[in-house]
Structures are given as structure tokens and as C-alpha cells.
């Protein structure tokens, strides 16, 4: 199941910011699982990686603008 959620992972990374990171730098950061008894339910996997230090992110979707957050701050 690890392989299947990294992979996962890094596909929706690729899918909503361009980049593409090697597999071996995910690490999980969290797991939010819904209340019990809520109508629908989530069991939902987070991951933290490192990508190139000159790459930049790309907006790649509509329905969520200027969410990025990085730690590198172009000067």
C-alpha cells in the first residue's frame, strides 16, 4: 500500500505543480482520517519532499490560487 500512496503522491505533485521529485525524497508528514459516523469519509495521506533548489512551481489548476508555500524566497 506505501508504493501505491507514493506513487499517488507524486503523480498529484506532478499534476499540480509541474515538478516532479525523485521518490526517495517523500517523507509522510500526516494522515487525516474523518470522524467516525460523518455521511462521507476520508483517510487522507500527506507528504513533504525536496525538489531541485531553482526549481519553481507552476500553477497548474483553476480552482486554487496562490497556495504554494516554500521555504526558498527569491531575493
Known amino acids: 500500500m506505501a508504493g501505491t500512496l507514493l506513487c499517488a503522491a507524486r503523480r498529484e505533485m506532478q499534476e499540480e505543480t509541474g515538478l516532479l521529485p525523485p521518490a526517495v525524497s517523500f517523507r509522510p508528514c500526516a494522515n487525516w482520517v474523518t470522524d467516525p ?3 462521507k469519509r476520508f483517510d487522507t495521506y500527506f507528504y513533504l ?9 507552476r500553477q497548474q489548476t483553476t480552482y486554487r490560487q496562490n497556495f504554494w ?5 527569491r531575493r
Open 37 to 39: 459516523g460523518r455521511p
Open 49 to 57: 519532499a525536496l525538489s531541485g533548489v531553482r526549481e519553481e512551481p
Open 69 to 73: 508555500r516554500s521555504g526558498y524566497r
